[in-house]
């Protein structure tokens, strides 16, 4: 499971990229200093929310196995306990 830390990691790079995005607003188009560097900042934050993405799709993939093998270990159970020993 993600820790605390790789949550809140999570959630600043979503802060991030919305202040990037309201700064791209305000940026004039003939400032080709200051729209490097945001496309610098942008693609950072970018490759930071693809990591974070495959960290969550690889969680998701662990539960999906977990459930799975808790439900036939249930129905395993069911099995066994229908049956009479003798």
Excluded: F
Aim: proline share 0%; aromatic share 2%; glycine share 6%.
């Amino acid at each position: 499971m993600r820790s605390e830390e790789a949550k809140a990691a999570g959630e600043a790079l979503l802060r991030r990229l919305r202040r990037l995005v309201a700064r791209a607003g305000a940026v004039e188009e003939t400032d080709h200093k200051q729209l490097v560097a945001l496309l610098d900042d942008l693609e950072t934050t970018r490759r930071g929310l693809l990591k974070e993405c495959a960290e969550v799709e690889g969680e998701m993939r662990r539960a999906s196995v977990r459930t799975t093998a808790i439900g036939a270990y249930l129905r395993n159970a069911q099995v066994h306990r229908g049956k009479r020993h003798s």
